[in-house]
């Protein structure tokens, strides 16, 4: 099944609705994160593929999620100065989600994609092609300076 995430708003920090269509022409790559779990490193490393492809027309999104072992537990503007602070993580941070079970967008649209189903755990990825479909679905230990993420990444920003 294709997935699109056009139609798709999510909430912004202050609580605002922002369309994910405002987004087209991008590639986007949307991570469950939180503060306070094993996989927080890979703020860095998100960061890192932020800052190699934003040229080429590639955007990273954040959405904070504590349904995993609370491990997100802070207000929003804690995690946004976390991440700033800590990883030096500047991409867009949006207002908290539910990406399991009583899902918020952007997951209710996005598990929806194959293997469909919930997320599993804080930093799984969703890459996102120009056009709002999804490309690929990513488990939260695929790091984002993997090869299998880069290519992806490359291959989606080719089309």
Avoid at 104 to 115: I, S
Wanted: with cysteine; hydrophobic share 30%; net charge negative.
């Amino acid at each position: 099944m294709t997935v699109n995430i056009s139609n798709v708003t999510v909430q912004s920090p202050e609580g605002k609705g922002k369309a994910l269509s405002d987004y087209k022409g991008k590639v986007l790559l949307i991570v469950n994160v939180a503060s306070k779990c094993g996989f927080t490193k890979q703020y860095s490393g998100l960061q890192a593929i932020q800052n190699k492809f934003e040229s080429d027309g590639f955007q990273v999104l954040g959405f904070p999620c504590n349904d995993f072992g609370g491990q997100e537990p802070g207000s929003i503007n804690e995690i946004k100065e976390f991440c700033s602070t800590e990883y030096g993580a500047n991409f867009p941070i949006f207002s908290k989600v539910h990406a399991k079970g009583n899902t918020t967008e952007p997951y209710t649209t996005l598990n929806k994609a194959e293997p469909a189903g919930d997320v599993e755990w804080n930093f799984e990825k969703f890459l996102i092609s120009k056009d709002g479909e999804v490309v690929q679905r990513f488990k939260s230990n695929v790091e984002p300076n993997s090869q299998e993420l880069i290519t992806s990444i490359e291959k989606a920003l080719k089309n």
